[in-house]
């Protein structure tokens, strides 16, 4: 009954933006903290992006600070990925998910292709 439906990728030159959006069912999305895993080819997933449950913290990887930006609507039940300035290296499946705690990680959805290349 989890769902994850990651959306908004695509391709884009360098430098360019995109905004991921990531609708959730079937959990308490409002009472959880997320994330954004990105999944670069031949690699594992990496986190780059933490929001709290009600979204007053946020935390990236270095890889990515300054550049996105995480954020929810809660009463939506969706997190969203603003990037900016985008890499080459950000080329990735992006997926979202919960933080692992008590609980352990969602079941991962189909994530989003975002592919940086002129």
């Known amino acids: 009954q989890v769902q994850l439906v990651e959306s908004g990728g695509g391709l884009v030159q360098p430098g360019g933006p995109l905004r991921l959006s990531c609708p959730a069912s079937g959990f308490p999305f409002s009472r959880w903290s997320m994330t954004w895993y990105p999944q670069a080819p031949g690699k594992e997933r990496e986190l780059v992006a933490v929001?709290?449950?009600?979204?007053?913290?946020?935390n990236y990887a270095d890889s990515v600070k300054g550049r996105f930006t995480i954020s929810r609507d809660n009463a939506k039940n969706t997190m969203y990925l603003q990037m900016n300035s985008l890499k080459p290296e950000d080329t990735a499946v992006y997926y979202c998910?919960?933080?692992?705690?008590?609980?352990?990680?969602?079941?991962w959805g189909q994530g989003t292709q975002v592919t940086v290349s002129s």
């Open positions: 929001i709290t449950s009600a979204g007053g913290s946020t």
């Open positions: 998910n919960k933080v692992a705690g008590v609980t352990a990680l969602l079941p």
